[in-house]
């Protein structure tokens, strides 16, 4: 009984000082000089401008990953034209971004297709620029949190097994109608758990983006990348806001993230 | 629409794109980036490595992400057993609050670190300690940014602990420290051992929570990740790579140790 009560007090000090502290600090923080201050911080053309292009790149990496990331689950639990072999290792490969360094990701694009290299200028000849532009971006993230998706669909997948898609199609369904009808009934909280993560990671994401984008203001700058502007330019109160917001979003994403996994584990 | 997608050719043209995809955004990065390295034949790959300052930024690295993941092994599998074991008010509520650092972005992690142990803190007057630009910062950012990793690996282990195997233990005369180091730890070792390599991988990975707290002087506070991207922004893309490379290497390795321990515990 001793022991009990000591290790749930010990279990609460590392969870406050560890967790609850930072996120107190950083909502009382913000408002160091006012609401004003957060306001102006806020309001900053670099910051609105921050803030839209991480939306972007949101959008964008979430609706892209979810597509594929589905779709490969799919193929690597139950296609037939695959050889074990070959389901096997992509299952390994799926999992190497995990263990990539986000700078490592952000050099990997840049010694690809930076400006110095063969299909970099070929690409910028034709007047696309992919290094220190959106698209580069965009490419580094999908890098980053492509393996999420597909490890949340791929053991749901494996877990509720073939039959009833068997059926489905021995019934006569074609292939489309039996994935709306039986499948995605059965991934829906796994692919929207993967979704969350999926939108909180990218909206996180900062060293592969900050060396693909060069971080240049009003150009190619996220929410992340200005909050470590501001801080290398001591603006530590305008920095506490873009911060402010984004941590604002990963609270609702965490919310979020607790609902659909007590729904998930329903199914 | 269904018969659009009854075809034959839509469902090969899928297939081709989905692997197209993976292969392009995953495999090729990875190969690019070893090819790279290598361009200039081994000896430049050598010598890129022998600089004094790449091998102590990467032997930094390893040792500090070492003593993070000691930490967080330690105190996750404290809070793993607690939230598992027992029942006491406010469970719910530090369960959900556990992911917080992968729903956080990295960089608003680094910041908030500045702000609660930097040198215009609490913390600083109080103590008159000098953490951040110095080691204890950075080990406490990859603790903060790793901490969920041997909590969510021993969950699951835990739950399913047969609490009959545990009882006819106790029944046999079996003494309280016996049945804990002969039964449970068993159990648990390989879930705590999964979520701190996974926690080491992610530490020595780590840069947005880094790069703002930890000073970056070459040889004494410059961790690996830093050192690569400092090397990029200094254009010597090849001394970054080498420097990737050797990290990509340690991370690999790591990740296929986790793939075998998991196959393992299944069989």
Known sequence: MMMRRLWITLTYIVVSLLLLLPLYKIFTGAWADGLSGFMDALLRAQSLHALKMTALIVIIVTV??????????????????????????????????????????????????????????????????????????????????????????????????????????????????????????????????????????????????????????????????????????????????????????????????????KRKEVH | MNSLFRSQKWSYSFRTIVFIYFIGLIIIPIIGIYTQSFSSGITSFIDNLSDPLAWKAVLLTLKLAAIATLINTAIGTMIGWVLVRYEFPGKRMINSVIDLPFALPTAVAGFIILLLVGPSSLFYEWFGIDVVFHEPAIVLAMVFVTFPFVIRGLQPLLEELDKSEEEAAYTLGSSKSRTFFRIILPTMLPGILSGAMLAFSRAIAEFGAVVLISGNIPGKTLVASVYIFGEIESNNPQGAAAVSVLLLTISFLILWFIHKLNRGGQA
């Open chain 1, 64 to 261: 892209i990953n979810t597509l594929f990331g589905v779709m490969l689950s799919i193929y690597l639990v139950r296609a037939t034209w695959l050889s074990p072999l070959v389901k096997r290792l992509s299952n390994s490969i799926v999992d190497l971004p995990f263990a990539v360094s986000p700078v490592i990701g952000g050099l990997m694009i840049v010694l690809l297709l930076g400006p110095n290299t063969v299909l970099g200028t070929m690409l910028g000849n034709v007047g696309v620029s992919i290094v220190y532009a959106l698209p580069g971006m965009v490419l580094a993230t999908l890098f980053v949190t492509f393996p999420i998706m597909v490890r949340e669909v791929m053991p749901v997948l494996q877990e509720i097994g073939d039959q009833q898609e068997q059926a489905a199609s021995t019934l006569g369904a074609y292939s489309w109608y039996t994935f709306w009808k039986v499948t995605w009934p059965n991934i829906r909280f796994a692919v929207m758990y993967g979704v969350v993560l999926t939108v909180a990671r990218s909206l996180g994401e900062f060293g592969a983006v900050l060396v693909v984008s060069g971080n240049i203001i009003n150009k190619t700058q996220t929410a992340t990348t200005l909050v470590y502007q501001d801080v290398e330019n001591f603006n530590v109160v305008a920095a506490n806001g873009i911060a402010l917001v984004l941590a604002a979003f990963s609270i609702m994403l965490l919310l979020l993230m607790e609902w659909t996994k």
